[in-house]
């Protein structure tokens, strides 16, 4: 199929949004098809955050429109967005120190026991929580962590990032959304990450990544939407451009 | 703290080669209640040493009796202080549901069932109306139940005029929770029974359901909590409300207890229990702790009152030891919350 007849997932038109006379985005335009993992880089404070948040209901955006497999949509909430099967890892990890593994792992989305211990009184199955959310690392292929119940505020920050990678991949099921997922991790844990990412891609689950590691985003994207000063600069491809080329649309020293 | 012992923390602390202060910390991070725990123990053997009367069922039960009420009123607070909030109007809401139950049963002819219901609506109601200002309009719990603190005061006393209402006015059942209950040897009543069962529900719906994780989740950090799917300004406004029907249920146990109903019957209910919470290890900065410290620590404050009576001393030294406890819990939570990394 070619990109014309393709539809895409979620698409994005003049996406806006200011903070007080701070100017985050003005104006963007985005679009995410099935199966592909499709970048976001751009110097700090360019707006890429702000856009992924527009796009998965943490942030409302001022103006532009959203359409999610051609159907107009608006997300207020993160709820909504988690509602359609967008799962997003922040680039605050967005976890409760305080509360364990599991807990975070499945906060807003519980499983309760079987029968009417869990309808009538509600009671949680921590032990079904707790497993899944074991299965989930060890899909990611993450050895380091051993016990579910552990609390994340004695984790490691490479350690968060790959349970909120973890809890993104297990449970998304439309758009898979990740911003920095790799920033603090190690070379064998960041080659777990984009190992995930492919393995998304391959069950037809696209992916926007936001990086700031070049050789990643060429190793793995297959497009590469370039965001600058609060717009998009340009969207490319790995074969289309290489690195250097990218970095100086990035940066305002060449142009598209 | 040194960056270099900050960085100690985290998953070595906890092994086998962490120092004892680590692995204390580390304990008393997991189960806020210990310490509480350890303390009251520590009171009790060292009045009952001063003097043996304080081991007697008699003492005890004086000061089970003495508790019930600030240890329901702290459920309460406890819950919202878990969300990081606090309480200022506990004890003006109690009080006004105590009254207005009062009223009705005594003046209008209300049956206590309805009275007492009615009571713990109005409760629910200072709940609403302290919630909805917190999560709706954003405002600090601080202010909020200070200004609500006042107007729940006022309210009481245009409806009474400021006088009691004395248990003979009122229908058995207003002050059935002074009902005494022989137990364990113990001289009870079903007013204490009640704050049990009370301490078991909030218990168990703030550790085994999905409610409660998110109340400590919110409490913890509330941005996170939100892009977590999770309404904050709900859950907020929820534990208000569950605050509030637990000060309306407070308030008929206040009755049965004192035997009458009076505006001024918890003069010390704000300060006596956020005591009981922060004793009981809840941080005030939300996100950790539990109820079971809090029942410890109104145990622990009125166990003072009636060990240092027995002992001989005036109850400025009670005053004086709660004051001192309270900043030394506060310095301790300080101190197990450098856990975090
Ligand atoms: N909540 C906010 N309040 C005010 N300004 C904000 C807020 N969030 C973002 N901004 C501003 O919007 C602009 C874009 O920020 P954004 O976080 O999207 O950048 P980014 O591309 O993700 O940068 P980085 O690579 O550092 O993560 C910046 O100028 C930033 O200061
Ligand atoms: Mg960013």
């Given at each position: 199929m070619t990109e014309s007849t393709r539809r895409p997932v979620l698409s994005a038109r003049g996406i806006r949004k200011t903070f007080g006379r701070v100017v985050g985005l003005d104006g963007v335009d985005l679009d995410v098809f099935p199966g592909e993992v499709l970048a976001i880089i751009g110097d700090n404070g360019a707006g890429k955050s702000t856009l992924i948040q527009c796009l998965t209901g943490a942030l409302v955006p001022d103006g532009g429109t959203l359409e999610l497999d051609g159907t107009p949509v608006s997300f207020r909430r993160p709820q909504d967005a988690k509602d359609v099967g967008i799962e997003t890892v922040y680039q605050s990890l967005a976890m409760s120190p305080a509360l364990d593994i599991a807990t975070n792992m499945f906060l807003g989305r519980e499983i309760r026991r079987p029968g009417p211990l869990g309808s009538v009184f509600r009671l949680l199955d921590t032990k079904a929580m707790r497993e899944k959310s074991m299965a989930a690392v060890q899909q990611l292929g993450i050895r380091t962590i051993q016990n579910p119940g552990q609390r994340v505020e004695t984790l490691s920050g490479g350690q968060r990032q790959a349970i909120a990678v973890a809890r993104a991949a297990a449970f998304g099921s439309k758009l898979v959304?990740?911003?920095?997922?790799?920033?603090?991790?190690?070379?064998?844990?960041?080659?777990?990450?984009?190992?995930?990412?492919?393995?998304?891609?391959?069950?037809?689950?696209?992916?926007?990544?936001?990086?700031?590691?070049?050789?990643?985003?060429?190793?793995?994207?297959?497009?590469?939407?370039?965001?600058?000063?609060?717009r998009c600069a340009g969207v490319i491809t790995s074969s289309s451009h290489d690195m250097t080329q990218g970095v100086a649309i990035m940066t305002g020293a060449a142009t598209l | 703290m040194s960056a270099t012992e900050t960085s100690t923390k985290g998953p070595a602390a906890t092994g086998r080669g962490a120092s004892p202060a680590l692995r204390a910390q580390h304990v008393l991070h997991e189960h806020p209640w210990v310490s509480p725990l350890v303390l009251l123990v520590l009171s009790i053997v060292v009045f009952t040493s001063l003097n043996p009367d304080f081991a007697q069922p008699r003492a005890i039960s004086l000061l089970l009796q003495q508790t019930a009420v600030i240890a329901a009123l702290g459920v309460g607070q406890t819950l919202i202080i878990i969300t990081g909030g606090i309480d200022l109007s506990v004890g003006a809401a109690a009080i006004l549901a105590c009254m207005s139950s009062a009223l009705l049963s005594s003046q209008h002819g209300v049956p206590a069932p309805a009275a007492i219901l009615i009571g713990v609506l109005i409760g629910a109601l200072c709940g609403l109306v302290n919630g909805a200002l917190v999560s709706r309009i954003n405002l600090p719990p601080f202010i909020v139940t200070l200004g609500t603190l006042s107007i729940f005061t006022a309210i009481t006393l245009m409806l009474t005029g400021g006088s009691t209402v004395q248990g003979s006015k009122m229908p058995g059942a207003m002050t059935a929770a002074g009902t005494r209950v022989p137990l364990f040897g113990l001289d009870l009543n079903v007013g204490i029974i009640v704050v049990a069962v009370l301490y078991l529900a909030v218990g168990y719906a703030l550790g085994f359901t999905a409610w409660g994780r998110r109340v400590f989740a919110v409490g913890d950090a509330p941005e996170a909590a939100r892009l977590a799917g999770i309404s904050v300004s709900r859950v907020r406004l929820s534990v208000y409300i569950v605050a509030g029907v637990i000060y309306g249920i407070a308030a008929w146990v206040l009755i049965g207890r004192a035997g009458a109903a009076s505006p001024n019957g918890v003069v010390d209910a704000n300060l006596a229990s956020i005591t009981a919470v922060v004793i009981g290890g809840t941080s005030l900065f939300g996100g950790r702790g539990g109820v079971i410290g809090t029942v410890l620590g109104a145990l622990i404050v009125q166990s003072f009152a009636i060990g240092l009576t027995l002992v001989g001393l005036d109850d400025e030294y009670r005053v004086l030891a709660v004051g001192v406890l309270v900043i030394a819990a506060v310095a301790a939570d300080q101190w197990i919350r450098k856990v975090r990394s």
């Open positions: 959304v990740l911003d920095e997922p790799t920033a603090a991790l190690g070379v064998r844990e960041s080659g777990l990450v984009l190992d995930a990412i492919k393995a998304l891609r391959d069950r037809g689950l696209p992916v926007i990544l936001i990086s700031h590691n070049m050789p990643h985003v060429w190793e793995i994207a297959d497009r590469i939407h370039i965001q600058r000063l609060g | -």
